[in-house]
């Protein structure tokens, strides 16, 4: 499976962006997948998830009522729309996929955000 991750860009707190994860390969494979983030000098953390076939999500505590994850299974896409941003969400993104309830198999190449405050 193979992620590619886009919509990243530069944004006013408050402000809203829209990423998305294209999968395409070995698709009928994925079980689950999220969105992930690493903030210069920390570690990656999660964002928020999406069961492929059922579309069970899960988010980060923190992020609940601000972030959104959706899925078009046609287009084998997810998204993350993310809104009322802050400075604080300033962040490289990845989608990954996984093939079980297990670990992340899959990784995307990331979007920069960036939010001034």
């Known amino acids: 499976v193979q992620l590619q991750a886009s919509g990243g860009g530069l944004v006013q707190a408050g402000g809203s962006l829209r990423l998305s994860c294209a999968a395409s390969?070995?698709?009928?494979?994925?079980?689950?997948m999220a969105w992930f983030r690493q903030a210069p000098g920390k570690e990656r953390e999660f964002v928020a998830s999406?069961?492929?076939?059922?579309?069970?999500?899960k988010y980060a505590d923190s992020l609940k009522g601000r972030f959104t994850i959706s899925r078009d299974n046609a287009k084998n896409t997810v998204d993350l729309q993310m809104n009322r941003l802050k400075p604080e969400d300033t962040a490289v993104y990845y989608c990954?996929?996984?093939?079980?309830?297990?670990?992340?198999?899959?990784w995307g190449q990331g979007t920069e955000v960036t939010v001034s405050s």
């Open positions: 999406i069961t492929w076939n059922v579309g069970i999500t």
């Open positions: 390969g070995r698709t009928f494979s994925v079980y689950r």
């Open positions: 990954a996929a996984s093939r079980s309830i297990g670990d992340y198999d899959f």
